[in-house]
């Protein structure tokens, strides 16, 4: 690179899988024969799981000696045990498809309904229902679009993927974060506080793709699978799910793009198009053009690099490359700014202050410094993202004004819980007691509200939370320290 050295390229990508949870015991008396049906369902449970682990070992196995090979026989795989363990790892308080079919209905008579769909599906007879559109709301105001596939199509899509899971988790490369197994925002948020800390990293493109789910190109996409599925009759239930196109308003509209964000396949189609696209592509541009690492999670991207020539003329490449598989950088949230330990000092020195920020999973990234004067990655919560959760804690009190204040706060515990185990990291503590300080306000003026003689005082509110609400702490480890276990020497941008 004309005399100089390569510069150093810490790259990160930007989105959830299903959690299963335990179903709520029934409050009922038991009656005979109850206790052996239970020791039944848990032994079939257990005999599944051992047989899909199996099954899937022997994939991956495959998968990690045949690097260059095409599978042909995956079908077989779809099989009842497959079926079931698919269906106990979906949501249960998930909102029904079209079908209007919630997963207590199916579990009602789930032996009986698993092996009508496991015959559906092997005998042709299985048909993708469209999915029905739902909207949630953004930090920014806007709705994100979901589709919600009908109950019998989460259950053969989670299925499916899990199979296809067992061959490209063997392919997909180190620094690809988002929707893996055993793989966490946190993870890729570590990967890339390490990156910039102990890479010269001068600058930090941060690039957004234009609603990545809504352009993936199928006939792309089916190219892709084609490289490593070579059974026929898995990539017919692909497209099946890819044409069986989206319910609104009582208009079912389908087309030759989208996979559908929201639905049990979407992650992992998402991953294999964002693996031939730009995950080989940002590696041989890094082997070639500029050394570094490189992290992704889905589609938003951070891009570190050591030299701003060298982030431009891949900014020129990546715009060229996205184009050529149907996708476009979003122009309003892609940018290049100064970010790092030496754009800091530069800065500095030429007294114009700290370098400006970017945000990533929920974080706001600055350039700040250590106790002792060293320089240092902070995280804070995103300020509009705190705004969000606490207008709809808000909203929700008002629902539940009425309702006895220990269940208000078990039900606050729940929420607080949730937003600190995802938002106490280190450098962060200042906007989880914010928030903490926050909840506890509304509480107070909530309860003010049910009544004109409410005397509940900011001393007795702050007491009360201080009693049933969790308190403010870091629970998260340093991102280096996590990261150094998690990898244990073996660096995961390779």
Known sequence: MHGREKSDLAIVVMT?????GQPAAELVERRAGTKGNVSQQSTRRAQDRVSVSQALARVRK???QKKKERFTALFHHLDPAMFRTAFFALKRDAAPGVDGLTWQDYEADLDRRIEDLHARVHEGGYRALPS???YIPKSDG???PLAVAALEDKI?????ATVLNAIYEEDFLGFSYGFRPKRSPHDALDALVVGISSTKVNYILDADIRSFFDDVSHEWLIKFLNHRIGDPRIIRLIQKWLKAGVLEDGVVTAGERGTGQGSVASPLLANVYLHYVFDLWAARWRRREAAGDIVRYA???????QHEADARRFWDAMRERLREFALSLHPDKTRLIAFGRFAAAQRARSGIGKPETFNFLGFTFICGKS???KFLVQRKTRRDRMKAKLKEIKEELRWRMHEPIPEQGKWLTRVVSGF????????NGRAIVAFHHHVTDLWRRSLRRRSQKDCTTWERATKRAADLLPKPRILHPWPGDRFAVNTRGKSRMQ
């Not at 053969?156 to 499916?160: D, E, G, I, K, N």
């Not at 600190?420 to 450098?427: D, I, K, L, R, S």
């Open 16 to 20: 959830p899988t299903n959690k299963a």
């Open 62 to 64: 495959a998968a990690r």
């Open 132 to 134: 029905r559109r739902r």
């Open 142 to 144: 806007k709705q994100r």
């Open 156 to 160: 053969v899509q989670r299925a499916t």
């Open 299 to 305: 589609d938003d991207i951070v891009i570190g690099f």
């Open 371 to 373: 106790r002792q004067g």
């Open 420 to 427: 600190f185990n995802y938002h106490a990291v280190p450098t």
